[in-house]
């Protein structure tokens, strides 16, 4: 693979204002926790970018920020570095966290920031903790980016005023506590919604699938805190929920628990869900107001690809659980439900609706979807929905459910005149298989074959010159992908 990146996405529970690609899971945080939690806000212009490591040996990217309005906290010299999860790993990896924010020099907002303890500072709360500004009808708008977010609950924020809101959060710092006063009105977008949608808007997706094996997922072995088992039989339900549609070909597989706790840490090729972030990888923690409330991030989880290829090569991934994520999990179908999100996204799908590329969930299959971008209340679980299915069959049967597996492993043997050819039946449904010899630029049918065979010798082939093949399943008219090529030499 010439280049990889790692999609990350959570689940906050907020509503997006402004257009991106991303996807992270939590609850509504208040204007007011994030002021009381944050060591400094302020409001500042970026001035530079670069490359930098972050916590844990992670890639980020470091920010150099004017402070041009100073709300809370110290700040020596009038600028301050904040350093972003996210970026080019000395690897060659590259590692995108969906839900930490992104800026351009020149961009001014309002910071809330955690201190790092060496002098730099991060984004409290990744992308619920960083406010745009943006220019309306004169008006300076404090806007959060926060598309491709999945809430558990649905949250009613409007877009600030941002020199009410700056004025709000100073006296808050002060010790005066008063009514928000900096709610407007959102500004207008023209958006064209989609039935549904991919994880950062680009088509990513397992091959394995297509020769017919599997990807295996792991639980970490200390499981999840306040469900019985561990959360481990929610996971195993959450996967054989995306296994169990038999239009597609996916085929993840539950491997059982481990001890391994790499995380988003370095691209391991082992597929873990982790529980308790035990590398603070989804930043900060998960607030219990009550059993079943709460706010912060919940669950973060993203995918190694590779962009070369069309559509993106998948990889490998990973998800991660937050810590004090318990309390929100008052059922076990609620876990069930975030699981079978996250796994979702793993498999390349972004969400149906509820976000800024989704839209409104407007109809009964958007609303009806486990990907759209609120969590249902109900205990329904892992169940997917129309919408569901169709964003799978896009990616993993091309929209139809009649096509088969592609064989694989095909082998071929120069004989005299003729070739042996051999492959592997991934498909289970096949009515024939197709040989196909190139012929010039293009191939074409040299023979058919009844189903379930897996091997053919070509012959009445010229003697001493090269013969290139493919091979494919076929149901009715349907064909499918092609299997690799292979050229062979006769005798």
Known sequence: MTRKALFLFSILFLIAAVHTVSATSVMPIRDSSLADQAAVIAEGTVTGTAPAIGKNGRPATEYRLRVERLVKGNVEGGSLVMRVPGG??????????????????????????AANGDGSFGPLHLAQGTFHELRSEGRRLAVRDLSEVYEAEAATEGVRDLERFGNWL??????VQREADYFVGAPRTGVQWEAFTYLGGIKQRWLEF??????????????????????????????NAW????????????????????????????????????????PGSFSCTSPGNGEGVL???GTWYDDSTSPATVGGGDIIINDNAACWFITGKRAEQIYGHELGHTLGIGHSCGDARGGPCNTKDKSEALMRATAHRDNRGAALGTDDKNAIASLYSSGNPNKPSAPSNLVGEGLSRSVRLTWDDNSTNETQFVVEVKQGSKYKMSRTLKKNVKSVTITGLAADKNYTFRVRAKKGTVLSDPSDSVTVRTN
């Open 88 to 113: 080019k790993a000395a690897n060659g990896l590259t590692l995108k966290i969906w839900g930490a924010p992104e800026f351009r020099i020149g961009e001014r907002a309002l910071f809330f920031l």
């Open 170 to 175: 100073a006296d808050r710092a002060a010790g």
């Open 210 to 239: 297509d020769r017919g094996q599997e990807i295996v997922w792991f639980a970490h072995a200390a499981g999840q805190v306040g469900l019985a088992g561990g959360g481990f039989a929610e996971f195993q339900a959450a996967l």
């Open 243 to 282: 296994n169990n549609d038999p239009s597609t070909n996916i085929r993840y597989r539950y491997g059982g628990t481990t001890n391994d706790t790499t995380g988003f840490q370095d691209f391991d090729e082992t597929n873990v869900i982790l529980f308790h972030d035990p590398h603070d990888e989804a």
């Open 299 to 301: 669950a973060i989880g």
